[in-house]
Structures are given as structure tokens and as C-alpha cells.
């Protein structure tokens, strides 16, 4: 079973979310609150959860602000076919199931066939349906905060399944019942009645009375063939009591005799003992002269040979040394005589290269006196530039006013006149005289030919002397207020050229391109200055000056350190002169180089030679202090032990006297040998505890014929033989009746034993499979030879508890419970996925396992090995499905990643 796609609307913050996902490993990442858990959360209430309700589970699903119900739909793929489903969670809920090809399912027809397909008994709801889910598939689904929780418990709900699978896999048939469970139940309660749980017989119990019963009659019948016994033991104990007496005291006087002989041999050999170790002493005293004697002689004779071989090494070193010496002091002479010829080159170098200085600083001041003139023909440029710029900047300023705008409104104002002007003229009526014989005149104003004449008002054309005509131009409103806008335009445009003092508009615009001209000027008179870049120049000069001013003082305290020196006026013949001074420096400071190297590798054999002087001083120092040394040595053992013919005088002495006291001492232990100490001091204690022993078996034999005389007198039973024949017969009959009780419950323990004993098995049958299974995971995390062991409870329904095995690395076997935080997280995954793997054989091979930021505690070199459990998880099959707000920790390994909130 896969789950391929999901789809969301309405649910919590998600309005719509569509996520596929991946068969294999899927990430879904994004940061905190960007709905990560929410997708895992509706994904697992499609899987499981009525649609239908009003719970607090249904109502938490309501995206805030809208009132569509939440729909949440899946692509599943169970079985090798393609299912979609939808289900719309809220009062008035719905599911729908469609497989791929068939007509859909909804309601409860949907609901029924979705449980079958995910073998689990039905869609949860109503009263606990928020508990019930915590527990659905949850050894599959990992929510936030729970990654490192014991997945024990969480299989609960698929115990008898993962049972099954165990079962099927670990090849065992063993299997306990219900009714072998009862068995067990009834036979462990019947154990209880007559045990305690430390397996001790139960107090008031019907075997605790029957052998209490027991018990008692077993000392009835002790007690009663104990007075038996008394009383036969009292009549042989009074014979033999007496008979006992009788050997005892004939052998006390025995003893008596045999220790007064012993006690007198004794004190003889310790006599001998004594004088034994006074010669023994003696012996030993002679043995430790004549040891350090010849031990002495021998180290004296050892030390004359190391002395004579010392006295022989002194003269040559001491000749190699004066040799080392005199080589030493030609060598310092020839050091001084090339110290002088680096004194004597350097000097002269140091001469050259004053004089090269001067000879420098006399070019630079050629060069910079050379550019100062170059800098003043700019300054004098610039000068004329400056005022040239001025005059154009003065006459562009006094014609500021005949400005593009000021002749713009100018030209303006004169259309303006003109159309006014033209206006007036097709109002008013034009006279054009074109010949005339008579005389033509307007208002008394004569008119010659060729003349024209423009009327603006009602006038009298008159011609020759008789004929009068009166003339009325156009309209007369009209035509005044054509006159009026005419004289009105002239009147303004009379008006600019007065406040522009020009008589014309063509004055005007020669005005304006005067202005233009001057502005041009001034602008290109302004460019060249600036490429001239008068402030550099000014800022160059002062350098010059300055640093004329400095070569200057070098050039003259040179010249008053060195003497007279010639200075070239050109600057190539300076420059020149001033290679030639280089290349004698360069040349000087080659020799003073070389006399150098010459004066360091006489210096280099003076350290040779000075270092063969401390070596051969050393080795001459060593010689003769270890040879006053020796000397010292055998000065003081010849004055202590004396010369080699007293030592070996003497050394015959004490060899004679250690004879004659071995001898002394041979003869006492002979002596004391015959005596044999050590048998006379056995016998001695052995007569003496003989002696105690005899003493007190005549007083215990006495006392013993007093209790036995008492015992017969004091007797007061009158048949003791019948009392004791009935107490063994009524111990008889209860001890059968111990042993049969005995015998049934030892049939019942037995049953009890074998019956728990097979539940035992069933329990390990159960664990190896998924033992196996989960070990697989664990070594990729902690190395070959990790294991898990499970422990399943008595009953074998559930598992009781999970140990990490790691005994074959030397690291011992540890409780799930005693795990760091992080070492659980991956133990947890691990049995998850081995028991993700064990139930998938019921869902086409394939589970989907949900992890929601389940990592939080590890590190990142544990990252590294979840990858790989991860990775092998996928491998066998499984989908895994990664909710993370840290991508980076899962880099490479999802074949597909969904990004929310980015």
C-alpha cells in the first residue's frame, strides 16, 4: 500500500495543497508552522476517521475564517491497483472510493471497503475516536515529539497480525489458546493456594497442616525412641564407663614414665643446639671477612688495569688539543685580515653610493626645474584663458535678457500685430489708384496714380471737380474692434522693444545671437581651462618648489660631506654621470660582497676549529678527571685493605680459620643429629596432650558411670517398646497422606512448568523473526554485531520489553528505558521499520511510514547513519514519508521533496 498524491482544501491553514509523493523516500520540509504536521495529520484522518461528526477532532480541522468543509483526498495505490479517496470531514461528512475503472463507492459501503483493504476493523468515531487514532497505525505514523518513545506499545491494535506474521516466519508451530491460557491461569491459582511466590509451602495450607501433622508425630516417635535408646545407652554407657576407667588410669601411669625419659634427651640436645650456633657463627662471621677480602682484592686489582688504560689516553688528547689551539689563532689572524678588506671595500662603496645619491638628487632637480618651466607657459596660459573667459562671461551677463523665452513672447507679440494688422486690412477697404486723369482725392487728401489708400472708416472720394462719392468700409463693429486689437498688439509690441531697448524684433534676435556667441566662447574657453586643470597645476608647482628646495639641501650636505663635485647642466650628461656612479657602486658592492663570503667562511672554520677545541678539551677533561678518579678509588681500598702481598697473606688466614670452624661445626650437628631434636620434641607434645587426653577420660569416664546410674534410677515410663510402636503407626498413616499431597501437587506443578515453558517458546519464536528484522537496521547504525533483543510477557500477547545487545563489541547489553534521547530515536525507527517490513507482506510488500521531525536530537554524524536505515527501509520496499523544517539534514536521499511555506 502506497500513498501516491494528497490533496487539501479547507483543512486548518491549507486552503489548497496538492503534494505527490514519492513510492520510495519523500521530504516534505518548511519552517515552523508552515503545516508540515498538518499534511501527516489529514493524511492519517482520511486514512481512518469517520468523516461524518462534530467532535472536537472534526472541528479542529476547520481552516479559520472559511466555512467550506475540510476535503481531504488521496491517491492510493493497494494491491497493484489505483484507488482515489475522498473524504469531507464535518456534519454532514461523506467518503468516496474509487478504484480505477469501476464505479465509484461513498458512505458506508466506501467506509467498509477502505478497512478491508487496510486490514483494520473499521473507520474510528464518536465517544474516544481522538484516543482511538492516537493508536491506529501508530507504529507506522511518528508524530512530533514521540520519535523516541519505546514503538512497543505502539503496535497494540496489529498484535494478533504481527503475531501471525512472527509465527509464519520463524517456521515454529508452537501456539497457546485461550483455553491453555485458563489451563495455566487455574493451575498457577491451585500453586498459589498452597506456595508463596518465592516457592515456600503457604502457611495454614492442607499440605502445610498434613506435614505439620508430620512433624509432630515424627518427634513423638524421636522422643519416644530417644528414652528407649536412653535407657539401653545408660546400661552399656555404666559398663563401659567402668571398664573405660580401668585402661585409662593404667595407661596415664604409662605416659608418666615415658615423658620423664624424653624431657631429660631434650634438655641435652639443646645444649648441643646451643653450641651449634655459637660455631655456626663463628663459620659465618670468617665466611663474610674472607668475601669482602676478595672482593676488594679483586676490585683493586681491577681498578690498577683501568687506571694504567686511563694514564695511557691523557697525552694523546692533550696533544690533539694544543694542535686544535694553534690552528685557531692562524685562523683569527687571517679573520682580521679579511675584516679589513671588508672594512676597506665597504668605505669606498659607502663613498660611491654618496656620491650616486647626490648625482640622483642633482637629475631630479634638472627634471623638476625643467617641468616648473613647462608648468609656468601653462600659468601664463591660463592667465590669458582666465581673463579671455571673463570678457565672454561679462557680455553673455549684459545680454542675459534677450533670453530663447524673452524672444519667443517677442516673436509672438509681433504675429500677434501682424495677424491683427492683416485683420484690420481685410475689414477696411482698400483704394489702389491706377491711372488718373483727374484728380483723385479721399477727405481732401490727393491720390496720385499708383497710390493706394486704406479706409478704416466712412470717407468722400472725390475726383476731378465733379464727382464725390462716399465710402463706407465693412461692418462698423466689426471693423472698430478690429482697429482697437491692431492698435492694441503695436501698443504691447512697442512696449517689449522699448523694455529690450531695440527698435525692431530682428535687433532683438542679433541681440540673442550675440548672447549665444558670447556663451559659446565662454563655455569652450571654459572646457580648455579645465583640461588645463589650473588647480593641479598650481598644487604641481608648490610640490616642485618644495622638492627643488629638498634636492637641493641633499645635494649641497653631499657635496659638503664628499668635497667638491662636478654637476653636469644638461640633464642627459647628469643622468649619465649619474650611471656611471651607479655602475661603480654596483661593481664595489660586488667586491665588498665577496670579501664578505670571504671573511663569514673564515669565520665558519674559526666556529669548526672552536668546536674541535670544546670536543678535544672535553674528551682530554673526561680522560684525566677519570683517571685522577681511579686513582682516587684505588688510593683509598690499597689504604683500607692493604698492599697486594698483605691482601693475599691475609686472604690465606681467614681461609685456614673457615676450615678449622666448618670442622668445629661439622662435629656438633653430627651430635645433634644422634639426638634427633626434632622426633624428641614430637614425642614430648604427643606424651604431654597424652598425659591431658588420659586425665580427662578418667574424669569423663567417671562422670559418665555417675549420669548413667542416675538415668536407670530416674526412669519413669513402664512399657517404653508399645509407646513407641503406636507413635510409628499413626506417623505411618499421615505420612502417606503427605506424600499423596505431595505427589498431586508435584503432577500440577509439572503441568504448570511444561505449560509455561511452551508459552516461554512461543515467545522467543515470536521475537527472533523481528529480532532479525530490526538487527539488520541496527548495524547499519552502530556496527556488525549490534543486536536487539524483545522480550515478550508471559502469555505471549504483547511485548513486555526491548534490550540493545552490543556485548560483541565490549559494550554489554543496555534497557530501552536507559538510552540517551537520541540513541532512542534511532533504536525506535529501527524496530519500526523491522515491523513495518514483518506486516507489509499484507499490503503488496509495501507500508508507508510517516516521520514528522523525528530527529530532533541527533547529531550530524547520526544523520549520516538514519540515511542509511532510511535508504535500506526503502530498499525492502517500504515508502518513507520525511517531515522536516531542516532539509539539509536530508540532502540527496528523497527521490522527491516538496518545499512548504518557501
Request: hydrophobic share 35%.
Amino acid at each position: 500500500m502506497r500513498i501516491l498524491n494528497v490533496r487539501l482544501e479547507n483543512y486548518r491553514t491549507h486552503e489548497q495543497l496538492d503534494v505527490s509523493l514519492d513510492q520510495g523516500i519523500s521530504l516534505v520540509h518548511g519552517p515552523n508552522e508552515s503545516g508540515k504536521s498538518t499534511v501527516a495529520e489529514a493524511v492519517h484522518h482520511c486514512l481512518f476517521l469517520k468523516p461524518r461528526g462534530t467532535s472536537a477532532v472534526h472541528t479542529s480541522m476547520q481552516r479559520t475564517g472559511s466555512s467550506d468543509l475540510p476535503v481531504v483526498e488521496l491517491q492510493l495505490e493497494i494491491g497493484g491497483e489505483h484507488y482515489t479517496l475522498t473524504k469531507k470531514f464535518g456534519s454532514s461528512g461523506a467518503t468516496t472510493l474509487t478504484k480505477q475503472g469501476e464505479a465509484p463507492l461513498t458512505s458506508d459501503a466506501a467506509d467498509t471497503t477502505l478497512a478491508e483493504l487496510l486490514h483494520v476493523d473499521g473507520a474510528l468515531g464518536g465517544r474516544g475516536a481522538e484516543k482511538q487514532l492516537q493508536n491506529r497505525w501508530a507504529h507506522l505514523w511518528v508524530w512530533q515529539g514521540s520519535s523516541n518513545g519505546s514503538p512497543a506499545g505502539a503496535v497494540s491494535e496489529q498484535q494478533k497480525t504481527l503475531q501471525k506474521k512472527l509465527r509464519s516466519l520463524s517456521g515454529d508451530d508452537l501456539m497457546i489458546s485461550d483455553t491453555d491460557n485458563a489451563v495455566i491461569n487455574r493451575l498457577q491459582q491451585v500453586y498459589d493456594e498452597s506456595y508463596t511466590p518465592t516457592g515456600r509451602l503457604r502457611t495454614g495450607s492442607k499440605l502445610d497442616k498434613l506435614q505439620q501433622s508430620e512433624q509432630q508425630l515424627t518427634a513423638l516417635v524421636a522422643e519416644r525412641q530417644d528414652a528407649l535408646d536412653q535407657l539401653s545407652r545408660a546400661a552399656n554407657s555404666l559398663t563401659n564407663a567402668t571398664h573405660d576407667l580401668t585402661r585409662h588410669t593404667a595407661r596415664a601411669e604409662e605416659v608418666r614414665k615415658e615423658l620423664g625419659q624424653i624431657t631429660t634427651k631434650l634438655q641435652q640436645a639443646q645444649a648441643v643446639s646451643a653450641a651449634l650456633k655459637e660455631k655456626q657463627e663463628q663459620r659465618e662471621t670468617i665466611e663474610s671477612q674472607l668475601k669482602d677480602l676478595q672482593k676488594s682484592d679483586q676490585t683493586i686489582r681491577a681498578l690498577e688495569k683501568q687506571q694504567s688504560a686511563a694514564d695511557s689516553q691523557v697525552a694523546p688528547l692533550k696533544e690533539t688539543l694544543a694542535g686544535h689551539q694553534s690552528d685557531l689563532e692562524s685562523a683569527r689572524a687571517a679573520l682580521q685580515h679579511a675584516e679589513d678588506a671588508v672594512r676597506s671595500r665597504s668605505a669606498a662603496g659607502e663613498n660611491t653610493k654618496l656620491l650616486a645619491e647626490a648625482l640622483d638628487a642633482h637629475v631630479n632637480l634638472l627634471r623638476c626645474s625643467a617641468e616648473v618651466a613647462s608648468l609656468e607657459k601653462k600659468q601664463q596660459r591660463i592667465q590669458e584663458l582666465e581673463k579671455d573667459r571673463k570678457a565672454a562671461s561679462d557680455t553673455a551677463a549684459k545680454l542675459a535678457i534677450f533670453s530663447a523665452t524673452a524672444i519667443k513672447a517677442l516673436r509672438d507679440a509681433e504675429r500677434e500685430a501682424d495677424a491683427a494688422q492683416s485683420r484690420l486690412e481685410a475689414t477696411s477697404l482698400k483704394i489702389d489708384v491706377l491711372t488718373a486723369s483727374d484728380a483723385v482725392a479721399i477727405d481732401g487728401d490727393a491720390l496720385a496714380a499708383g497710390a493706394s489708400a486704406t479706409l478704416d472708416q466712412p470717407a468722400t472720394l472725390t475726383v476731378g471737380d465733379g464727382t464725390s462719392i462716399r465710402l463706407t468700409p465693412g461692418g462698423a463693429d466689426d471693423l472698430n474692434q478690429a482697429k482697437t486689437h491692431a492698435r492694441h498688439t503695436q501698443e504691447q509690441l512697442a512696449t517689449m522693444l522699448k523694455k529690450l531697448g531695440v527698435e525692431s524684433v530682428g535687433d532683438a534676435e542679433e541681440q540673442q545671437e550675440q548672447r549665444a556667441r558670447a556663451e559659446s566662447s565662454r563655455n569652450a574657453l571654459a572646457a580648455e581651462l579645465h583640461a588645463l586643470d589650473a588647480e593641479t597645476v598650481g598644487r604641481r608647482m608648490a610640490e616642485l618648489e618644495e622638492e627643488i628646495t629638498r634636492l637641493k639641501s641633499i645635494r649641497d650636505r653631499l657635496t659638503e660631506s664628499l668635497g667638491e663635485i662636478k654637476f653636469e647642466d644638461s640633464l642627459d650628461a647628469a643622468r649619465s654621470a649619474l650611471d656611471t656612479a651607479k655602475d661603480t657602486l654596483q661593481k664595489q658592492l660586488a667586491e665588498t660582497k665577496e670579501a664578505t663570503i670571504a671573511r663569514e667562511q673564515q669565520q665558519q672554520q674559526i666556529n669548526r676549529l672552536s668546536e674541535r677545541i670544546d670536543a678535544a678539551r672535553k674528551d682530554f677533561q673526561q680522560a684525566e678527571y677519570a683517571a685522577r678518579d681511579l686513582k682516587t678509588k684505588l688510593s683509598v681500598l690499597v689504604e683500607q685493605f692493604g698492599a697486594g702481598d698483605s691482601r693475599t697473606q691475609r686472604i690465606l688466614e681467614l681461609e685456614g680459620k673457615l676450615d678449622i670452624a666448618r670442622k668445629a661445626e661439622r662435629t656438633q650437628q653430627e651430635a645433634l643429629a644422634e639426638l634427633a631434636p626434632a622426633q624428641l620434641e614430637t614425642d614430648h607434645r604427643r606424651l604431654t596432650q597424652a598425659q591431658e587426653n588420659t586425665g580427662h577420660a578418667i574424669d569423663d569416664a567417671n562422670r559418665r558411670a555417675i549420669e548413667a546410674r542416675t538415668r536407670l534410677e530416674t526412669s519413669g515410663s513402664s512399657d517404653p517398646q508399645r509407646e513407641l510402636a503406636e507413635a510409628k503407626a499413626e506417623l505411618e498413616r499421615v505420612t502417606a497422606q503427605v506424600e499423596a499431597e505431595t505427589e498431586n501437587h508435584a503432577a500440577k506443578s509439572f503441568l504448570l512448568e511444561h505449560l509455561k515453558e511452551a508459552q516461554r517458546k512461543t515467545s522467543e519464536a515470536l521475537a527472533k523473526p523481528l529480532e532479525d528484522a530490526t538487527s539488520e537496521f541496527l548495524e547499519h547504525l552502530y556496527g556488525v554485531g549490534s543486536k536487539v533483543r524483545i522480550q515478550w510477557n508471559d502469555d505471549a500477547t504483547a511485548i513486555d520489553s526491548i534490550r540493545i545487545d552490543r556485548s560483541s563489541q565490549g559494550l554489554g547489553i543496555y534497557p530501552f528505558e536507559e538510552l540517551s534521547h537520541g540513541t532512542r530515536e534511532q533504536v525506535a525507527l529501527a524496530l519500526r521499520l523491522a515491523m513495518a517490513k514483518v506486516l507489509a507482506a499484507d499490503h503488496d510488500g509495501s507500508l508507508p511510514i510517516v516521520l514528522d521531525d523525528a530527529f530532533t536530537h541527533a547529531d550530524r554524524e547520526r544523520i549520516k547513519k538514519l540515511q542509511g536505515v532510511l535508504y535500506r527501509g526503502a530498499e525492502s520496499g517500504l515508502q518513507i514519508i520525511l517531515l522536516s523544517c531542516h532539509p539539509e539534514n536530508y540532502t540527496g536521499l528523497a527521490q522527491r521533496e516538496v518545499g512548504l511555506g518557501t
